[in-house]
């Protein structure tokens, strides 16, 4: 009996029995049960095409559940341009410095970015459900210190905490859903996280004008993120964990609970049910086989050994490092691009270009990048991952560079606190260049929303389960990290580089990072987990994806 009553199985010692030990030792670590060129219908769930066949309504309700943090994350993130504008002389009973501005605003990633390696580790050890109700807890007490506190030095401790739950919240989320995730929806659902982030960041934008006229209106802006992390709490109270966490914890007919649930209502769910309880039984016991055994089961001595094995493992295994490297290359891309110079300081920068209503004008930041990622959501798995990159980085990169040539022939500051007077629209003389530069803008939202913005966080697919969430954790650590560059040296560089070399700058890293997706990111849709590292044990398997892609929509 396990502490929470349940029994565990002994599904090792039955498949140990079914497959021959030799046979474990020579696939060694990224050797999928079955070859991922086999196009046989015993592949994971990838039999039926997804028009055939709809995912069932106990999925979608784990993933609005858990992408709940996502709405979370965004309003976490997009509420802070009207809190600053908004606050005034609340807080230490002056008016905020710059130092404090920027403190309130970077302590906010720099947490998320201590968070993220070590929820990976969490989540192995409580379980994906876990973590993210420990996210509430945090989100719920970060909104309401903030809304309560009179002091600057509060302001900061309630961001930074917000900070640990955006950390791990966006690291444990979509390892949460792509494990409970039929494979030919996986993409899709894990776009649906990305989809509340961005809905999140409207609704911030939303919020934050309606309370900017407000007094004290910031402390709603901030204590209403509170509210979301309540209701995730309720529902995710009686929401399971993931099958892959209970196989890997020994909860075996709890996880065969789970996936007959999930796969209710597919006409070939025992067999499919089957399926997947072999491939991630299959997988942990070639881990286990893998691992020194030697400590005594459940010690934490125990535990900290596979702790340190898992992170050998990672760096230390090709297959492994290859995944690392593609999801941490993602993840960099996503925020070094400067998307969020844009959500953080669009305000800044359509003040400086003499829009007379820059929060409004910002919010169509906010809205395209929502309506964008909508429709990445119906493509992602009809398109794929790669190829959605392929396509929409180049109309990053020339909305980027028109967006840089309309800058060159304009003469703006955008030193924030010296911003112009708003007028009533752009001025005559330089209407047109505005205008372009809002175009670019949002031609460049659109893009970015369609592909860089949603993919990378497919990045729990890359990894094999033993090291699937302390990878992801890496990868989001990496989308921290970069997140903080971008957030500190964006209005730096408007003002030291010029407004035309920021833009160029990162129309550069986008062509960087167009080369670097199409030499190392495979084409991930339509595989099943367990089936994904096989691609990546010997090279990048580039080549064998797109191959596989065409055999199964010939098929
Ligand atoms: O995927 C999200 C989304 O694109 C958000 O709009 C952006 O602010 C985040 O940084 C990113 O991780």
Known sequence: MSIDGSTHDTHNLELQDMIPREELEQSGPHAPLLAPTDPSPDHDDAVLPSENYSSGW?????????????????YDTGV?????????????????????????????????????????????????????????????????????????WGMIVGRSIVGLAVGSASAVTPLYISEIAPSH???????????????????????????????????????????????????????????????????????????????????????????????????????????????????KAQWLHDAS????????????????????????????????????????????????SPTLTSLTVAVTNFFFTLLAFWLIDRIGRRRILLYSIPVMILALSLCAIAFSSLDISLDPHSPKPPQDGPDNQSALYPLLIL???????????????????????????????LGSGFATATNWGSNFIVGLTFLPMMEWLSPTWTFFTYAMVCAFGWVAVRA????????????????LAHGWGVEESIQRRQDSQES
């Open 439 to 469: 175009f670019c803008l949002t031609l460049y939202t659109a893009a970015y929303a369609f592909g860089l913005g949603n993919v990378p966080w497919q990045q729990s697919e890359l990894f094999p389960l033993n090291v699937r969430s």
């Open 80 to 152: 802070i341009s009207s809190t600053l504008v908004t606050i005034g002389s609340d807080l230490s009973n002056r008016p905020l410095t710059t130092l404090d501005e920027s403190i309130i605003t970077s302590c906010t990633s720099l947490f998320a970015l201590v968070a993220s390696p070590f929820t990976g580790i969490l989540a192995d050890k409580c379980g994906r459900r876990g973590v993210i109700l420990a996210a509430d807890a945090l989100f719920a007490l970060g909104a309401l210190i903030q809304a309560s506190t009179s002091q600057v």
């Open 309 to 356: 094995e898992r992170a050998h493992n990672l760096f230390h295994d090709s297959g492994n490092r290859r995944a690392l490297i593609i999801a941490m290359m993602l993840q960099g891309l996503q925020q070094l691009c400067g998307f969020n110079s844009l959500m953080y300081f669009s305000a800044i920068i359509f003040t400086a270009l003499s829009f007379s």
């Open 520 to 535: 190392i990111y495979p084409e991930m849709s339509g595989l099943g987990l367990e089936e994904v590292k096989g691609l």
């Open 185 to 299: 929806a996986r993409g899709r659902l894990v776009t649906i996280m990305c989809l509340l982030i961005t809905g999140g960041q409207v609704v911030a934008y939303i919020v934050g004008w309606l309370f900017s006229e407000t007094a004290g209106g910031w402390r709603w802006i901030v204590g209403l993120g509170a509210a979301p992390a309540f209701l995730q709490f309720a529902v995710l109270i009686i929401l399971p964990e993931t099958p892959r966490w209970l196989v890997q914890a020994g909860f075996d007919s709890r996880a065969m609970n789970v996936l007959t649930r999930i796969y209710q209502g597919r006409p070939d769910r025992d067999h499919i049910v089957a399926r997947v309880m072999g491939n991630i039984r299959g997988e942990i016991i070639r881990e286990a086989l893998e691992m020194d055994q030697s400590k005594a089961p459940g010690t």
């Open 58 to 74: 106990f999925i979608w309700i784990l993933t609005f559940s858990a992408g709940l943090s996502g709405l979370l994350f965004g």
